[in-house]
Nanobody
Framework: QVQLVESGGGLVQPGGSLRLSCAAS????????MGWYRQAPGKQRELAAS???????NYADSVKGRFTISRDNAKNTVYLQMNSLKPEDTAVYYC???????????????WGQGTQVTVSS
């Protein structure tokens, strides 16, 4: 119904930067919030950042001041600019959106397949 395709992960040295992108496509009627979650090995998935349809943002304390989330509503795309990366930012990053599809006409969460971010020297 709604597909999310992520890109931009990879290997970066501590202090470096990466930009993640996630494009939503399919039978979309409307998208509410969009966000990025992350899951490190052996840990639970946690919210990194989210952004509402009006542009209000929310960040995990651990990424405040280093990560910036933004979205392009015309392209149904959300971005995560990650600066001053630390080894503890290493995780699989998952894109999420809360959307209503024209197939089911119900509102639910959708998830991308995940993209690996590794911060290591």
């Amino acid at each position: 119904q709604v597909q999310l395709v992520e890109s931009g992960g990879g290997l970066v040295q501590p202090g470096g930067s990466l930009r993640l992108s996630c494009a939503a496509s399919g039978s979309i009627f409307s998208i509410n919030s969009m966000g990025w979650y992350r899951q490190a090995p052996g840990k639970q998935r946690e919210l990194a950042a989210s952004i509402s349809s009006s542009g209000s943002t929310n960040y995990a304390d651990s990424v405040k001041g280093r990560f910036t989330i933004s979205r392009d509503n015309a392209k149904n795309t959300v971005y995560l600019q990650m600066n001053s990366l630390k080894p503890e930012d290493t995780a699989v990053y998952y894109c999420n959106c809360n959307a209503k599809s024209t197939i089911s006409w119900s509102t639910r969460d959708y998830w991308g397949q995940g993209t690996q971010v590794t911060v290591s020297s």
